[in-house]
């Protein structure tokens, strides 16, 4: 008697186990800034470099 309740216990158990996962819902979330979640150290950084004789001023945006 102690077996068979010990087994239907334990088949329960893995039956709910297995059903939890198949009833999970997805979920996802839109925001405008599509970069919310990923937080970059971004600065500008200014080159200045010569180009056939003249000075090339250029703002990069350097991030890490």
């Keep these: 008697m102690k077996s068979i309740l010990l087994a239907s216990v ?3 158990a ?20 599509h970069m919310h979640g990923m937080k970059k150290h971004c600065r500008t950084k200014v080159i200045t470099h010569w180009r056939h004789h003249h000075k090339v001023v250029e703002k990069v945006r350097v991030c890490n």
């Design 14 to 33: 893995t039956a709910s186990a297995a059903i939890a996962p198949t009833q999970a819902a997805t979920m996802i979330v839109k925001t405008n800034d």
């Design 10 to 12: 334990i088949a329960l």
